[in-house]
């Protein structure tokens, strides 16, 4: 129980990272991702969207997979690199 009240607090673990860190931070160290392609589930909104600007923004090839064609097809149109 006390692993999920510090979790929901937003602490780290023994990652470094808790809840409450953001695509940035964790990436934060990864500043050339040329070399990676990533497949990212549920892109279209919300934190697969988010994780999808930032992994474009430091250079990985994207991979965004949707169940609704127009979702896909706005996802694929968004200029990740350029949006802050």
Known sequence: ???T???LVGSAGASGYGSKSTAEQVTENC???HSIT???TGATSGIGA???RVLAKRGARLV???R???AA???RDKDFIGES
Request: hydrophobic share 50%; aromatic share 4%; glycine share 0%.
């Open 31 to 33: 500043r050339d991702l």
């Open 73 to 75: 097809e706005d996802a």
């Open 64 to 66: 965004l997979p949707a």
């Open 5 to 7: 009240l510090r979790y």
């Open 68 to 70: 609704n064609l127009k």
């Open 1 to 3: 129980m006390l692993e």
């Open 50 to 52: 988010e994780t999808a």
């Open 38 to 40: 990533a497949i990212i």
